[in-house]
């Protein structure tokens, strides 16, 4: 028996039971561990839910603190079912003195001022267990779905209305607990005002001041919010964006923007409060105020932004996963897609969804699934390269009768590097020649072990074709699920991923959203990096127009002012001015961006980018004309870690054979950059790779890769001699000429092949000789030089084993300026 299988029967979440059976001493390492007989009778003889529930239930310190008079006498109803016992451990109530910068820390507990003992002294807080704090309701953080029914948002006449939580009641039904003052209605509206601002908390209970002790509260709140303001205006350092306007920067520094307009005027800087100045211009005006300014470091701004919806984790709720399909071509990821479609239940539809956006969302036992329906790596690659993890798990397809292929490899690397969690689904076991053992002994070289050969990756043999272990994957994919425990803000303004977006000449920007937290609703203001936009109109994976979407959802929306980009994150703006000024100042900034480049990592520049802090890992893909030699380099380069510089070096990605585009990508994706060991790139890699940026080192013997990557730590690499590919040449015939040797009738590809370049011959991608030039023929003439779209004849120094198809590249060394 499984972990999982008997946390379901004692009706417990997997993670809590796991821990329950650890803490009884059987060693499980987590839901997935198997649980011997003998171990599982150990269980069942001494495991007493009931006593368990209740020692959580006498942990609960209001006890200890409470007298039960404080308890309410009845919990209203809903309370009462949300306080099942195994739905959440109660909190610790804590008393305490706040001081006023912690208020925000506790700002998300409940907050209740202390009953007035007479020797209280304001600010004196109590926090209690939120499940034992009488009437206020709060939305399920456990178990259950929001209902985001599009179909009953867009009946009701108040927008976002469902999905509001239900405001605290603050009329509190204990008396004890009932403001005692004679101002009732005042102080009843005040509460009511009170809730409208998220959870506020209060700490002075001024209900029972006496008019002196109001005074003494005044006296002291003025010298506290003098305090403040002197401490405010005591602004030592501030962080500012780029491309500030002079009314937010003087907002910062705590003056008058005219002291602001005046220091830049005698700068010569003639500037009006919304004007935007650059952040060289801003931190001359913070010198001046003495004030040290860091530039605001964007995407870190937009992970803060993320964060706040993941802060206050009582009032988080479940959100269904986000799945990506990925496997080796041919493996059967469409396939399984369709099957996953047609297994869905959802509409009941025949047929499954008829899909019409680039992900759906499916309902197995009363759950949903989202996914992502790019198979393969492109999405991966896209939405990674941005910095955004969309996938919540990767769903690995291998081929039975085919075993791990590059591609599997490729997309096990992928997932790895993201951090997200593989399931294994180990496809077509209706052929004949299918071997799923043979897959799972494969799969255990890439640190894949299935969880019966005692690993705890889940492998589940499927028949995509037959539609057989369809509905088994899928729960897998909900255990998994559970365990990463998934969740979300139900209430908040969206925050989410663009899938994919174009332009349609009739409705404008198309753009398929992930909407990965909060809520969005139709007219909202949404903000993709540069481009933002009104959300004209939303539509769901079924086509229907629906008016808002919840943590999860993919909708495909009109309305952005240009088309943005797949991968990049979107979030909802307050109002359409903010998020115009966002997308203007990000256009501002990827210009400015664009125009100081460093460009991605790169040997040369190593030891910059370093000493600048912006690498701490040298990320390296490995391509290698053989396994040794591949192995040999990994293990030598992985002792490179062992750095004074402290930079890890790690191979993400290592394989034989010609590098591909889909190495240049990963490498683009994780900004890392390819070692070729004897191999070169493939036309297609060669292109991307230039475009991308992607620095392909090429190299035949081991100790010099090692010596360069070890150089460039350490800043010494600056290299006088760099080489320079010149042209290429495809062999298209050979000849015997007697006194020469083999000559190759060839055709120059590209470039220009010159008389006295250096000559590579490639064999499959892989260089198989180098040399000189022994001969450059134009017809029966010499040749100094042969241009791209001409043939020639081509000998090569000591090699006479060319063959048709081979390609030739030529090269100089070329002298590199030292800075
Ligand atoms: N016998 C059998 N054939 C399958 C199964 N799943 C997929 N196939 C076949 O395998 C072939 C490839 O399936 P696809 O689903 O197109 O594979 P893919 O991985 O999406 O391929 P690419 O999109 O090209 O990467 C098709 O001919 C499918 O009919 C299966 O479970 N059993």
Redesign the pocket.
């Known amino acids: 028996m499984r972990v999982y299988d008997m946390a379901k029967e004692y009706g417990f979440q997997s993670k809590e039971f796991a821990e329950i059976m650890k803490g009884m001493g059987i060693p499980v390492k987590n839901h997935m561990s198997a649980v011997t007989a003998q171990q599982e009778k150990y269980f069942r003889n001494n495991f007493n839910k009931e006593a368990y529930l209740n020692s959580l239930n006498d942990k609960n310190p209001s006890k200890k603190e409470g007298p039960k008079k404080e308890q309410p006498k009845k919990q209203p109803k809903e309370q009462q079912t949300k306080n099942k016992p195994n739905d959440k451990k109660p909190e610790i109530i804590t008393e305490r003195k706040p001081l006023k910068q912690e208020a925000k820390k506790v700002e998300n507990k409940q907050v209740k001022p202390k009953e007035n003992k007479g020797n209280d002294e304001p600010g004196v807080v109590v926090i209690y267990d939120k499940d034992k704090k009488p009437a206020k309701k709060k939305p399920n953080a456990g178990n259950k779905h929001y209902n985001y029914d599009a179909k009953e948002e867009s009946d009701s006449n108040v927008k976002g209305e469902k999905f509001q939580k239900k405001k605290p009641d603050n009329k509190t039904p204990n008396k004890s607990e009932r403001p005692q003052n004679n101002n009732k209605k005042k102080n009843k509206n005040k509460n009511k005002k009170d809730n409208k601002k998220e959870v506020v908390p209060k700490f002075i209970d001024n209900s029972k001041r006496s008019k002196k002790n109001k005074a003494t509260y005044k006296k002291k709140n003025k010298q506290e919010r003098e305090e403040r303001q002197l401490e405010n205006s005591q602004v030592t350092e501030i962080t500012i964006m780029e491309g500030v306007t002079v009314g937010e920067l003087a907002a910062k520094l705590n003056k008058a923007p005219t002291e602001v307009i005046k220091v830049l005027m005698g700068y010569g800087v003639m500037a009006a409060v919304n004007q935007s100045i650059d952040f060289d211009t801003a931190s001359i005006v913070c010198e001046e105020f003495g004030v040290t300014c860091e530039l605001e470091d964007e995407n870190q701004a937009m992970d803060d932004l993320f964060d706040t919806h993941y802060q206050n984790e009582d009032e988080l709720v479940k959100r269904p996963p986000i799945i990506t399909v990925m496997?080796h071509?041919?493996?059967?990821?469409?396939?399984l897609l369709d099957a996953i479609r047609h297994t869905n239940v959802i509409s009941g539809e025949a047929g499954g969804i008829t899909q019409h956006i680039g992900a759906y969302t499916i309902m197995i036992k009363d759950e949903k699934i989202t996914f992502i329906d790019t198979?393969?790596h492109e999405a991966f690659t896209a939405m990674r390269s941005r910095g955004a993890s969309v996938t919540d798990i990767a769903v690995l397809?291998v081929a039975a009768d085919d075993g791990v292929m590059p591609q599997t490899v490729e997309a096990i690397n992928h997932a790895k590097d993201a951090g997200v969690p593989i399931i294994v689904a180990v496809?077509?076991i209706?052929?004949p020649g299918a071997n799923p053992d043979k897959v799972k002994q494969e799969l255990t070289e890439y640190g894949l072990v299935s969880e019966d050969w005692g690993g705890d990756t889940i492998c589940v043999n499927i028949?995509?074709?037959?539609r057989e272990g369809i509905e088994e994957l899928l729960e897998m994919i909900l255990l998994v699920a559970e365990v990463e425990d998934l969740k979300a803000h139900p209430t908040k303004k969206a925050i989410g991923t663009v899938i994919e977006a174009r332009l349609d000449k009739q409705k404008g920007t198309v753009a398929t959203l992930l909407v990965k937290s909060g809520v969005l609703h139709d007219g909202d203001i949404v903000v993709c990096n540069d481009v933002f936009g009104k959300v004209r109109a939303m539509m769901d994976d079924k086509g229907n127009k629906v008016k808002v979407a919840g943590p999860s959802t993919a909708i495909e929306i009109l309305g952005f002012n240009e088309v943005p980009g797949a991968g990049e994150k979107f979030f909802v703006a307050e109002n359409e001015r903010d998020g115009r000024k966002y997308a203007e100042r990000r256009k501002a900034i990827m210009k400015e961006n664009a125009l100081k480049k460093s460009g991605p990592v790169s040997l040369d520049d190593l030891f910059n980018q370093i000493s600048e802090g912006e690498l701490k890992e040298l990320k390296l893909i490995v391509k290698a004309d053989v396994r040794g030699s591949l192995e040999a380099l990994s293990q030598s380069l992985e002792k490179l870690n062992d750095n004074d510089e402290g930079v890890r070096v790690s191979v993400i990605h290592g394989g034989v054979g010609a590098i591909a585009e889909s190495d240049v990508a990963l490498a683009a994706a994780s900004n890392a950059l390819i070692i070729a060991f004897n191999v070169r790139p493939d036309a297609n890699a060669k292109a991307m790779a230039m475009k991308e940026e992607v620095e392909i080192r090429s190299y035949n013997v081991i100790y010099h890769v090692m010596e360069e990557i070890e150089k460039a730590l350490k800043g010494l690499l600056d290299p006088e001699f760099k080489e320079v590919v010149v042209g290429n040449a495809e062999v298209r015939e050979t000849f015997k000429v007697p006194n020469i040797g083999l000559v190759a009738g060839s055709y120059v590809t590209d470039g220009t092949i010159n008389r006295n370049d250096k000559i590579r011959v490639i064999r499959d991608g892989v260089v198989i000789f180098e040399s000189e030039i022994a001969s450059l023929k134009r017809f029966k003439d010499d040749a100094k030089e042969v241009q791209a779209g001409y043939e020639c004849g081509i000998g090569v120094e000591n090699f006479n084993d060319i063959k048709v198809g081979d390609t030739f590249e030529t090269f100089k060394m070329e002298e590199i300026e030292r800075e």
């Open positions: 496997g071509v041919d493996h059967g990821k469409t396939s198979p393969g397809v496809n077509k209706d052929k028949s995509a074709k037959k």
